[in-house]
Structures are given as structure tokens and as C-alpha cells.
Nanobody, 125 residues
Framework: QVRLVESGGGLVQAGGSLRLSCAAS????????MAWFRQAPGQVREFVAA???????YYSDSVKGRFTISTDNAKTTLYLQMNNLKPDDTAVYYC???????????????????WGQGTQVTVSS
């Protein structure tokens, strides 16, 4: 059974940094697509970044160059390093997982079969 638990959210000033963590159990990163999504109040949940089978990384245009998705050496924790944060980055951030890969669907919420509970990130101006 897959379990994903996010942590690391908080309040930060614009221009600051945060690192989110997703402790994962029941998944094998080398054969999974692992992703971060976010959802701001009144908005749909949107794709942020993904790492596919530990080989390929993808980012939304809005975070490219500022955020980095990675895993730890033990392959049990997914990270999202967020630098140069902006007020528009304010949202609840979710970790998601799916066995296998699909380059066409991986930016959609429907692709993923497991989700964490989310962690709040608030960026003040």
C-alpha cells in the first residue's frame, strides 16, 4: 500500500527558499513517476514538477529555473527545493505517485493513483 506524507511547508518572504519533503512507502522510485502538484485557493490543482523512474525531470514553465525535484540516496524521500519564491507560489503542495510513465498524461491529476495530504506554503510580499 502506497503512503505519501509531505512536510516542510511554512511561511516565507518573497525571494526566500523552502524545501518540501515527501516520505514515501510502498513505492519503488525506479519504476514510478513521482510528482509535485499545488493548489491555490479557488484554483484547480496544477502540475509543478515530476521525476520519472529516477531518470527524467520535468517542470512547469512557472517554476522552471527556481524549483528542483530530487530524491534521497535511499530512494524513500522525494524533495522539492524551492528558491526565489514568489507570492504566486502560495498554495497547498501535494506529492503524487504512479507506477510507470506516460509523458502525455503525467502533468494531469488523473494520471496519479496516490496522493499525500498536502503541506501549506505561504509566500508573503
Amino acid at each position: 500500500q502506497v503512503r505519501l506524507v509531505e512536510s516542510g511547508g511554512g511561511l516565507v518572504q518573497a525571494g526566500g527558499s523552502l524545501r518540501l519533503s515527501c516520505a514515501a512507502s510502498g513505492v519503488t522510485f525506479s519504476i514510478y513517476t513521482m510528482a509535485w502538484f499545488r493548489q491555490a485557493p479557488g484554483q484547480v490543482r496544477e502540475f509543478v514538477a515530476a521525476i520519472v523512474e529516477l531518470t527524467d525531470t520535468y517542470y512547469s514553465d512557472s517554476v522552471k529555473g527556481r524549483f528542483t525535484i530530487s530524491t534521497d540516496n535511499a530512494k524513500t524521500t522525494l524533495y522539492l527545493q524551492m528558491n526565489n519564491l514568489k507570492p504566486d507560489d502560495t498554495a497547498v503542495y501535494y506529492c503524487a505517485s504512479k507506477w510507470g510513465r506516460n509523458s502525455r498524461l503525467m502533468t494531469t491529476t488523473q494520471f496519479y493513483t496516490s496522493w499525500g495530504q498536502g503541506t501549506q506554503v505561504t509566500v508573503s510580499s
